[in-house]
C-alpha cells in the first residue's frame, strides 16, 4: 500500500510569508500528527488529528495550524515566517487502536 | 531534564560490532517507540514497545517498564546501519498519538 505522502519536499519563503504544508496517510488511517525537527531542538510534537478533528497540540505559537479533511488528508499552515521556522516538518499517520506510526519524508522549509 | 534520554549522543563502530544505544524516560508511558532517520529526514519506524522484547533480523530492542528504561541492540553492524536513531514515548495520560523524542543517537558504521 502507498506509504505517507508529503508536499511539497522543499520549500524557500521569505520572512512574513505564509505556507501550507500538505500530508495523505496512509490509506485507512484516521490520525494525522505533525512533528517539528530542528538542530537545536529535536523533535517536538505539533498537533494531531483525528476524524477531522484537532486532538492534541503541542506547545508551538498560534501562528502554527492545521486541519484535517474528510478523506484524512492533513494540511499545516504556518503564517508570519519567522527565520527559526526553517525546519524539517514531519508528518506521521496511524490507524486506530493501533500506536505504530508510518511517517512521511517530510517537508523542509527554509525561511530566507 | 528532559522526558527522554538517550545515550549516547555519537557512536562509531567498525563493520561487525555489537552496538546498544539506550533510552531512559521519566513518565509513565504506554508505548516507547524506536526509530531511524537516515540523511535527508525520512524516518523509519523500528519497534513499538510496551513490555519484553522485539527482534527484527539483527536488531533486538528491549523494555524495562519498572526501570523507565529501553535499549536497542545491533547486532553483527554493518555500515548501512549508519543512521539516527531515535527514542521515542507516548505519555500513559495522553490521548491521541503525541510523541515525546529523545536527542537521538548518530551512529556510524565503518567497513
Known amino acids: 500500500k502507498a506509504g505517507v505522502t508529503q508536499t511539497p519536499r522543499y520549500l524557500i519563503k521569505t520572512r512574513g510569508q505564509q505556507v501550507t504544508l500538505s500530508c495523505s496517510p496512509i490509506?485507512?488511517?484516521?490520525?494525522v500528527s505533525w512533528y517539528q525537527q530542528t538542530p537545536g531542538q529535536g523533535l517536538q510534537f505539533l498537533f494531531e488529528?483525528?476524524?477531522?478533528?484537532?486532538?492534541n497540540k503541542g506547545n508551538f505559537p498560534g501562528r502554527f495550524s492545521g486541519r484535517q479533511f474528510s478523506n484524512s488528508r492533513s494540511e499545516m499552515n504556518v503564517s508570519t515566517l519567522e527565520l527559526g521556522d526553517s525546519a524539517l516538518y514531519l508528518c506521521?499517520?496511524?490507524?486506530?487502536?493501533?500506536?505504530?506510526?508510518?511517517f512521511g519524508s517530510g517537508t523542509r522549509l527554509t525561511v530566507v | 531534564k528532559n522526558e527522554v534520554e538517550q545515550s549516547p549522543q555519537n557512536l562509531t563502530a567498525q563493520e561487525g560490532e555489537f552496538i546498544t544505544i539506550n533510552c531512559s524516560y521519566s513518565?509513565?508511558?504506554?508505548?516507547l517507540h524506536w526509530l531511524q532517520q537516515h540523511p535527508g529526514g525520512g524516518i523509519v519506524s523500528l519497534f513499538m514497545l510496551s513490555s519484553g522484547k522485539k527482534k527484527h533480523g539483527r536488531l533486538i530492542a528491549t523494555i524495562n517498564i519498572q526501570e523507565k528504561h529501553s535499549s536497542l541492540h545491533i547486532t553483527a553492524s554493518h555500515p548501512r546501519d549508519s543512521a539516527v536513531y531515535i527514542c521515542a514515548v507516548r505519555g500513559r495520560e495522553t490521548s491521541g498519538s503525541r510523541l515525546t523524542f529523545g536527542e537521538g543517537t548518530q551512529l556510524t558504521v565503518n567497513p
Open positions: 513518565v509513565g508511558i504506554s508505548a
Open positions: 488529528y483525528f476524524s477531522e478533528t484537532q486532538r
Open positions: 506521521a499517520s496511524s490507524g486506530q487502536g493501533n500506536y505504530g506510526y508510518t
Open positions: 490509506s485507512g488511517h484516521r490520525s
